[in-house]
């Protein structure tokens, strides 16, 4: 199993979000959840699509960190 980070934004009236290792692989929902499904779904259409189109499918190596800072 292959994992993908995922880099959500809250976009105010619904969550976007991309795969930063795999350039044009974006999506958009009303929820959380709802994104988390339609994501799993995009990258997995996505990595089809390159693989019909003979291109190398690139190992994740994208990681994202949260930091907290006092305000």
Known sequence: MTEYTIIVEDASSNFAAYV???PGCV???DTMEELK?????AIEF???GMRLNGEDVPAPHSTALSVQIAS
């Open 20 to 22: 930063p290792d795999l």
């Open 27 to 29: 999506g958009a929902a």
């Open 37 to 41: 499904v339609l994501m799993r779904d």
């Open 46 to 48: 996505h990595i089809e």
